[in-house]
């Protein structure tokens, strides 16, 4: 990079009058042009960031969003669920100092390795039914993949944008990793139109895969040519520029240089709580964010629907997440209004959404129970009268879901511009909200009553959003001061360097 010079950008624009323009002010580049230019702008990066999770995650959520992984027995599925995101809770939460120390890339390529793994165990255990430790083993090895994967990505798609970006970039990111879900189910969806019965064939596993692997191929041409079939993004991470070399669309860098050791990463991840700790109160936000997922896919899609409707849901679902998710992403990166405003018109959003939803949903659940819908009862197919209205609930919870996610990477991209001290949070995020997810899919898995079960989704929900009032009121301001970049300012020995006469 060339030319520096001094500009009332990035950290503190707007912010406190309390420090003078000098402390205040960042150092902006000159941005690179021409290829490199395209190679090194913050829209390809999220893209490629994007394109990473469409082809590992959206996958899984495909599977899993058939209730059961498509099975008739739900109970495999969601005990591998239940040891996949407890194993997930517990590496989550170091995963941002992992990644800190590897660097984003590697810590996407080895967390892209356990998906295709878990993909694989369901085709053998519908091949070979006694295989049902095997998928569990697998959910607990991807759940370690997992963390890694999560903390990556949170880190780089809160980092790359400038403040009055991160809702465009989080929708960019959000719909193209439903993208993989979406074409994960259209394939299940047109190999299983024809069926009426409750479980899909082996085709879907093995078809869905090569066809996501296949739409990769041709989206990243001769790049990944040689990508392993069986090892889905593999090789994207690689493909990605260094955060180091990134340079945001106003010219400020991203990340500074560091080297830290692990002793002193593990020791950032306690700065990070001790200075922040507001971060405490978006913790239920967290949990309650994939305890949904329970409900919604097992007890409502797989407890009510055959294979050919719960497919056709599967797909609506996944779409409704890309509307939802560009929508509230749109709305969060209105820059006519303040952003403490934009965050109480978030929490409002989303307090109307879930209780219309929820209200909705529960004149569906006290119709039903475990037992007045066995395994192998007539369902609700997709020309029945019944399947109308309960679809539409589902696009409505696809909807919920996205706007939900979208807003709690919002808010925690409110608190720093920094991918260190966003990889913490990211990571405390995904920890905190797998280990609600373990929680519930094994309740499902010992077959709770689907009563019990919604009854927590939606008291869970209702308390995530009363606990980010007091955050939303006490911590997001108008702009990120420096001040807040603890770990920004600490070095590589662990000490915090003063906030004045800091240039970034």
Excluded at 76 to 100: C, K, R
Excluded at 122 to 132: F, Q, R, S, T, W
Excluded at 163 to 191: D, M, P, R, Y
Aim: proline content about 3%.
């Amino acid at each position: 990079m060339s030319d520096i010079v001094k500009s009332e950008k990035g950290y503190g624009a707007g912010g406190s009058s309390s420090s003078s323009s000098d402390d205040l002010s960042a150092e902006v580049f000159d941005r690179p042009t021409g290829l490199k230019g395209l190679y090194y702008n913050p829209y390809t990066q999220v893209v490629l960031l994007g394109f990473v999770c469409f082809m590992c995650p959206g996958s899984f959520n495909a599977l899993t969003g058939l209730g059961g992984g498509g099975r008739i027995d739900a109970s495999t599925s969601a005990n591998a669920n239940s040891a996949h995101y407890a194993l997930f809770a517990a590496f989550a939460f170091f995963a941002g100092s992992v990644n800190n120390v590897l660097g984003s890339r590697l810590t996407l390529l080895l967390g892209s390795m356990g998906y295709s793994l878990y993909l694989g165990s369901y085709l053998a255990v519908n091949i070979h039914p006694k295989l049902g430790p095997f998928v569990i083993t697998a959910g607990a090895i991807n759940g370690i993949c997992a963390g890694l994967i999560w903390a990556a990505q949170g880190s780089l798609m809160l980092a790359y944008p400038t403040e009055n970006q991160k809702g465009v970039f989080i929708g960019i990111f959000w719909t193209i990793f439903n993208l993989g879900s979406v074409v994960g189910a259209s394939v299940s969806l047109g190999q299983n139109f024809h069926s009426t019965s409750n479980a899909v064939g082996n085709g879907t596993y093995v078809r869905a895969h090569q066809f996501i692997v296949l739409l990769m191929l041709i989206f990243h041409r001769a790049q990944i040519g040689f990508l392993v079939l069986t090892l889905i993004g593999v090789a994207i991470p690689m493909c990605m520029a260094d955060p180091k070399k990134m340079v945001r669309t106003d010219g400020t860098k991203v990340t500074t240089p560091r080297h830290p050791s692990w002793r002193v990463e593990l020791y950032g991840l306690y700065v990070a709580l001790k200075t922040d700790p507001l971060i405490v109160l978006l913790f239920p936000m967290f949990f309650a964010s994939n305890w949904f997922y329970t409900w919604q896919f097992n007890d409502f899609n797989g407890a009510l629907f055959n294979i050919r409707a719960r497919s056709l849901n599967n797909v609506l679902y996944w779409l409704a997440q890309i509307v939802g998710s560009l929508a509230m992403g749109f709305f969060l990166d209105r820059h006519q209004f303040k952003r403490r405003v934009r965050a109480y018109g978030a929490w409002v959003i989303l307090l109307l959404t879930v209780f219309a939803v929820q209200t909705w949903a529960y004149f569906y659940q006290r119709q039903y129970t475990r037992a007045s819908i066995p395994d192998n009862a007539h369902k609700v197919d997709i020309y029945d009268k019944a399947y109308i209205g309960r679809a539409f609930l589902y696009i409505c919870c696809g909807i919920l879901d996205s706007m939900w996610q979208t807003t709690t990477y919002w808010m925690m991209g409110a608190m720093s511009n920094d991918p260190a001290k966003l990889a913490y949070f990211t990571g405390f995020y995904k920890s905190i909200q797998s280990a609600g997810a373990a929680g519930v899919w094994r309740a499902d898995g010992v077959k709770l009553p689907y009563m019990n079960i919604f009854l927590s989704t939606w008291v869970l929900l209702a308390a995530g959003l009363l606990f980010s009032l007091p955050m939303i009121h006490l911590r997001v301001k108008d702009h990120t001061d420096l001040e807040d970049e603890t770990i920004m300012r600490m070095d590589d020995r662990g000490h915090i360097q003063p906030a004045e006469g800091q240039g970034l």
